[in-house]
Structures are given as C-alpha cells and as structure tokens.
C-alpha cells in the first residue's frame, strides 16, 4: 500500500460545475496535509494547507479532513477551464524534516 | 513566482557527462529540499539541508548525486556520469521558520534530458 493514493484520473467535469479529489494515506499519525496544482511542465504550486479536522476554505478550494477515516479532499466549485491541472495531495512525515510525501497525482480537466 | 530560483530550466547532456544545478531560496528560509520527479509522479524526496547542514538522503541518491548547501544560502545539485534513467524534473523547495505551519514553496524545477 502506497503511503499517500490518489486516483489518477483523469477527472472530467463541466465548467461551473463542483470538482471533488480525493486522496487517502495510510501514517495514521500525520498532521499536516498539502494540496499542490500543477500545470504540465510547470513546477507544483501550493494551494491549500489543512492540519485540523473539518473543512477550509478559500475563494472557490474548499479543503476537508477526516483524520478518523485518514482521508482528505479537494472542493473546487465554479470550476474553470484554468483549473485543468494535476492536483498533488502531500502529508508531512512525522519527522523533523518536514518532509512531504507525496501522491501521485489526479489529472482534472475541466470541459467548456 | 514564489521567490525561489533555479538555474538552469533546462537541461540536454549526453550520457557519461556531469551536470550541476542550482536553487536560489527564499533569502530567510532555512530549510531546503531537492525533489526529483518524473511523469505521472509525484515528486520524489532527495535530500534535505538546515542551513548549511546536510541532514537527510534518500535512498534514492545514489553515489552519482551529491548536494552543498555552502553558507546556507545557494544549493547545488551535482550528478556525475549521467544516465537516462536520470531523465527527470529536478526540484528546489524551502521553507521558513516564521509563522506556526511549514509550507513548501517550489522553484520552477531544472528539465533534465539525458540522451
């Protein structure tokens, strides 16, 4: 079992439409979990942080984490053709390095 | 732009040579990682300085790879005798100290071809 498994897509949804990922990982003890957007040939771009249980939100991304079921999520409502990206779910390993272990990814596209 | 540099973008060197590769963080982040990834990836944990520092490796980093972080300031990235299979994005984040959460911030990466 991978550490941090994302379902790689990709992912089809009509624009205006609400986009949903899911990313699930297995170090029950994780506390600090990262969605990252990537463009193709482009470096990951941060675009949410959550480290409690329950939702976050920010603008259209709305972050959800349940600890108890070590699952959290990535809401992108009014989704827009410049959200067609790979999303990258990361959790901090329980280290002191502050290392992020990483999902493969789910490929989103967004159709006009 | 989230304030980190690399240098160069992009890179094509034949197989057998050496090649370096350099990040420029965010002047107070003391933290710097390099990450390599490849298509349909996520990235990939090389190896971590604190300050100057060198403090993990991955398993991954063969006898090939070797990293400096002079001063704490600018990394570098060498792989001696390259091979194909080192054909990857390599990248540079960091992270500051400030603030109670320890967000990476990513450079644009170095597109590394080996041919």
């Known amino acids: 079992q991978k550490e941090v498994e994302q379902n790689s897509g990709p992912l089809s949804v009509p624009e205006g439409a609400i986009a949903s990922l899911n990313c699930t990982y297995s170090?029950?003890?994780?506390?600090?979990f990262f969605w990252y957007r990537q463009y193709s040939g482009k470096s990951p771009e941060l675009i949410m942080s959550?480290?409690s249980n329950g939702d976050k939100e920010d603008g259209r991304f709305t972050a959800q984490l349940n600890k108890a079921s070590q699952y959290v999520s990535l809401l992108i409502r009014d989704s827009q053709p410049s959200d067609s990206a790979t999303y990258l779910c990361a959790v901090r390993s329980r280290g002191s390095n502050y290392q992020l272990i990483w999902g493969a990814g789910t490929k989103l596209i967004i159709k006009p | 732009d989230t304030g980190v540099s690399q240098d160069p973008r992009h890179k094509i060197t034949k197989r057998g040579q050496n090649v370096t590769f350099r990040c420029d963080p965010i002047?107070?982040?003391?933290?710097l990682y390099w990450y390599r990834q490849t298509l349909g990836q996520g990235p990939e944990f090389l190896t971590y300085?604190?300050?100057?520092?060198?403090?993990?490796k991955s398993r991954l980093l063969s006898d090939r790879f070797s990293a400096e972080r002079p001063k704490g300031s600018f990394s570098t990235l060498e792989i001696q005798r390259t091979e194909q299979g080192d054909s990857a994005m390599y990248l540079c984040?960091?992270?500051?100290?400030?603030?109670?959460?320890?967000?990476?911030?990513f450079g644009p990466g170095t597109r590394l071809t080996v041919l």
């Open positions: 170090d029950r003890v994780s506390q600090s």
């Open positions: 300085f604190q300050n100057e520092a060198q403090l993990e």
């Open positions: 984040a960091t992270i500051g100290t400030s603030g109670g959460f320890n967000e990476q911030f």
């Open positions: 959550i480290y």
């Open positions: 002047s107070e982040h003391n933290r």
